[in-house]
């Protein structure tokens, strides 16, 4: 059973930056691709990036590109989100999520395990 617990969520103007963490548990975690989605009020979760097990494999969506960066740190099991050049339209809840694979994927359906989220407002 692996146990993910996100952080890092709040409230800020666009143009700032987040970094949101997740702290997985339960499964050795270089062989764990993980990924982020969201979910914004009245939407389909979205994916959002991904890395491989070993650190050195991602892919992001076409919305977040360029401004947002995907890492881990397999030492602490944890993978992070950074957040640049926020805008209001990235407000949503977001979601970490682990695959039984190491491999990268954006689809949400390859995710066997999630968190509970972390809200991120932003306000124009």
């Known amino acids: 059973q692996v146990q993910l617990v996100e952080s890092g969520g709040g409230l800020v103007q666009a143009g700032d930056s987040l970094r949101l963490s997740c702290a997985a548990s339960?499964?050795?975690?270089?062989?764990?691709?993980m990924g982020w989605f969201r979910q914004a009020p009245g939407k389909e979760r979205e994916f959002v990036a991904t890395i491989n097990g070993g650190g050195d494999g991602t892919y992001y969506s076409d919305s977040v590109k360029g401004r947002f960066t995907i890492s881990r740190d397999n030492a602490r099991d944890t993978v992070y989100l950074q957040m640049n050049k926020l805008r209001p339209e990235d407000t949503a809840v977001y979601y970490c999520?682990?695959?039984?694979?190491?491999?990268?994927?954006?689809?949400?359906?390859?995710?066997?395990?999630w968190g509970q989220g972390t809200q991120v407002t932003v306000s124009s």
């Open positions: 339960g499964r050795t975690f270089s062989d764990t691709a």
């Open positions: 999520g682990a695959r039984l694979s190491p491999r990268w994927s954006s689809i949400g359906n390859d995710y066997y395990y």
